[in-house]
């Protein structure tokens, strides 16, 4: 029987639509079938750059002895993560909280009322490392369903029952302060990796939240700890392996402590974060590195991710063919040193081999190295360098690339219009903050409809079936937030607005805190709520964040109060575990600093106007808001009544509901900024 992902729009279910298994979507049709079958779900989550997926698919899901054996059993449902994180979030709890560890593929056998009772992630061919079989898994599930249903149905309760129960600790009322933060600052530099930058051992991620919460801190307070661990931070990964040192962008994340092998797939999230990151860092030190890196990653951006309609894809896979018809992880990326040779030659190779740490053993597999910058390079000539990078570069083309997962999830490109604005307006190129309002026009266009509402993805300009969640809305309205902010357009200030007036109807929940559907969204075995940032920032404190920064764009008491609500979780975790709650912390620093509030007016044109608006731009002051326009513009809410002072172009600052004096020369601006 054919299986029935089709006619999805999610990359990962289309590259499952030819296995011998019949999967299906998640829907209330398979779990009706299930019902009338009377067998139990078998619930397959991954996305598509995920290697393992790619693993036991190759090894199980495109085996007809093993699909003819689901197919009789099971009803088989096979979800995108990314497509819906509510699905993954709910029976990741679950598998969590049964086995103590999660991670992708997620396994999991439900019944037909969508209680789980069997988990696991990977399950090999045969068995291995302490792992069982999937078919003796499978075989497993399939006995305890037909004799001993009355056990199952008790697990599957309990489970629903303790998921259900579980309460989150909010934290009580108020806001964070001044010791909380200081406390969270303490608790990083604890878990700080003095040696090589980050946090904790391996595997490391980029900690791009808490690099955020960092910098903002330093911004307030002039905490140099702060600068360096964020500064020596964001060296350390950019000098590494998870740093694309020909192409640009960073991988998901080093496998190693000291950032040298990546696990090489390219996440849009990661790098807009990143990007965003290295852009604020600039303008903290003016460092040529951060420079060039946020700009490198934005150009990556566009390169390698952009879509026809003007969005950003998904993901970059880790694996590629490696030339011989095997899919290797980082078969791209890497280089021996023959093929150094074999591309520039032997003179050139030896520089490059020095430059770029490339050794005889290999620092990845069969000899091998991945590129880094070593700390100890020394001075190279530049021209030769640049040479060099090209023609590896161009080489590396040649090479098969890695998948591309093309779906456009709402939330991600929010991200990215965010750090493609920012750094287009730091760095003085309108060709990124084009890019940045084309895909803004494409959430506009594609994902909201007439009410606001979100779609959740993408792709090939059709939306897909799934609504949005509480990151899509906060996300999206931050990257329009930064797009107002650098266009001078209020239409953005407004979208940002209809987006955030849902927030405010359909996902809070008592004493402030948020939920991670809409009150009207499809019913689960548990409403997903979580306050900890992931990957990229948590729904929750994200909605925080563009909830305060509205706010201060329009003076709205009822979304200055629910930011500072939602931000009382901050006051709980950030002191105990400020690794996973940076980007709340973050928000707290702009809601200590105010935030401040900048109104730029003048004439268009005007050189001391235009100079003005490029210092607020680089305003390090934490969450500052701008808007910039003639005294008469009806764009934005604080440019009412901010005449021209003596005719000339001025500048008005307000913090903590106090303004200062307009300034009509950037000097005396940037002292207040």
Known sequence: MPNRLAHETSPYLLQH?????????????????????D??????VGYSSCHWCHVMAHESFEDEVTAAFVNENFVAVKVDREERPDVDAVYMEAVQAATGQGGWPMTVFLTPDAAPFYFGTYFPPEPRHGMPSFPEVLEGVRDAWADRREEVGEVADRI????????????????????????????????????????????????SMALEFLLRHHARTGSEGALQMAADTCEAMARGGIYDQLGGGFARYAVDHAWVVPHFEKMLYDNALLCRVYAHLWKATGSDLARRIALETADFLVRELRTPEGGFASALDADSDDGTGEHVEGA??????????????????????????????????????????????????????????ARLLAAREERERPGRDDKIVAAWNGLAVAALAETGALFDRPDLVERATEAADLLVRVHMDETARLTRTSRDGRAGSNAGVLEDYADVAEGFLALAAVTGEGTWLEFAG????????????????????????????????????NAAPSGWTAAAGALLSYAAHTGSEAHRAAAEGALGVVKALGPRAPRFIGWGLAVSEALLDGPREIAVVGPPGDEVFRELCRTALRATAPGA?????????????????????????????????????????????????
């Open 17 to 37: 639509a030819d296995n011998p298994v019949d999967w299906q979507p998640w829907s209330a049709k398979a779990f009706e079938e299930a019902r009338h079958r």
């Open 39 to 44: 067998v139990p779900v078998l619930l397959s």
């Open 160 to 207: 629903v029952r303790d998921l259900g129960s579980r309460s989150l600790a909010h934290g009580g009322q108020g806001v964070p302060g001044e010791e909380e933060l200081a406390q969270a600052l303490l608790g990083l530099t604890r878990e700080y990796d003095a040696k090589r930058g980050g946090f904790g051992g391996a595997p490391k991620f980029p900690p």
């Open 332 to 389: 791209y990326y890497v280089w021996t040193p023959e093929q150094l040779t074999e591309v520039l030659g032997e003179r050139d190779a030896a520089l490059a081999a020095a430059h770029y740490g490339v050794t005889e053993d290999g620092t990845f597999e069969h000899g091998s190295s991945v590129l880094q910058l070593p700390q100890d390079a020394g001075v190279a000539d530049a021209g030769r360098i640049a040479s060099i990078a």
């Open 498 to 533: 209809f987006l955030l007036d849902i927030v405010l109807d359909r996902f809070t929940a008592e004493g402030g805190a948020l939920y991670d559907t809409a009150h009207d969204a499809e019913a689960l075995i548990r409403r997903p709520q979580d306050p900890t940032d």
């Open 625 to 673: 808001v701008l808007a910039f326009g003639t005294p008469d513009s009806e764009e934005f809410p604080l440019l009412r009544d901010r005449p021209l002072v003596a005719g000339a172009p001025a500048a008005y600052v307000c913090r903590h509901f106090t303004c200062d004096a307009p300034v009509t020369d950037p000097a005396g601006l940037r002292a207040k900024l």
